[in-house]
């Protein structure tokens, strides 16, 4: 009569936990951008500097390099 008892218990307890693990895991952060007050906020009103004009240029370069001439070509 214990065993079944102690396995009932047994069953009840990982129930409980992983109830517990499902609802109070933190939900997952948005991702659209850094938070408020970050020192690298996004100011979409401001336009880019010369310099991050250039960034970006380098950037789009390095994404997609067969549309600025510097992709592989087939031999």
């Known amino acids: 009569m214990r065993n079944p008892l102690r396995g009932l218990l047994r069953f009840l307890m990982d129930a ?3 109830y ?4 109070m895991c933190p939900p997952a952060p948005e991702l659209a951008g850094p938070a408020p007050g970050h020192p690298e906020r996004l100011i979409p009103d401001v336009p880019l ?3 991050e004009h250039a960034l970006a240029r380098q950037l789009a370069e390095d994404r997609h390099p067969e549309e600025h001439g510097r992709g592989e070509r087939p031999g």
Do not use: K, N, R, S
């Open 16 to 18: 409980l936990i992983a």
């Open 49 to 51: 500097t010369e310099a």
């Open 20 to 23: 517990g693990e499902v609802y």
